[in-house]
């Protein structure tokens, strides 16, 4: 073995038949992801369009946005600097949680109790519209549902999460 592989342990869970499987895979380090390896741009706009909505960014949010505006029948066009999932959702491991970069007790403090319960219910909802279309786009993708652990330090982030429960 090449002395700069790094052994990885990986379990792979099929749920179906209830069976795990344990294999040891040598590899290089890379500083990319793997689909970042092999991405393919797209050619660059070269004439005016126009549109009803344009989105800036092709992420899980820019993408998501988009669709939104086309189901209610706007022409949308999506602008991505590189290609989609550039950015941080294509770098995400592939989790999708229900969370922002404010936690609902900063989302409380600053909107007041009723609109950052709001606005966090709008984050989480995210979730359901991902999962929506992976399965109306029957997209192969081994999606599965998982459970969120959400944990608070101190008193008054606790007190945040009960007033959402």
Known sequence: ????????????V??????????????LPQDQVFWYLNNNLAAPLM?????DVVVVGGGMAGLTTA????????????????YCGAGASGKSSGFITPDSELSLFELMRLFGK??????????GSGV????????????????QKQDTLILANSAPKRCAFCYWL
């Open 67 to 82: 669709q939104q505006f086309h189901d209610k029948g706007c022409k949308v066009v999506l602008i991505e600097k590189n």
């Open 1 to 12: 073995m090449d002395e700069e592989m790094i052994l990885f342990w990986i379990i792979f």
């Open 47 to 51: 004439h005016d369009i126009t549109a």
């Open 14 to 27: 099929n749920m179906k038949k209830k069976e795990k499987i344990m294999k040891v895979i040598p590899v």
């Open 114 to 123: 009723d609109t950052g319960k709001k606005i966090w219910k709008l984050i």
């Open 128 to 143: 359901d519209i991902i999962e929506n279309n992976i399965k109306n786009y029957q997209i192969d993708c081994d999606y």
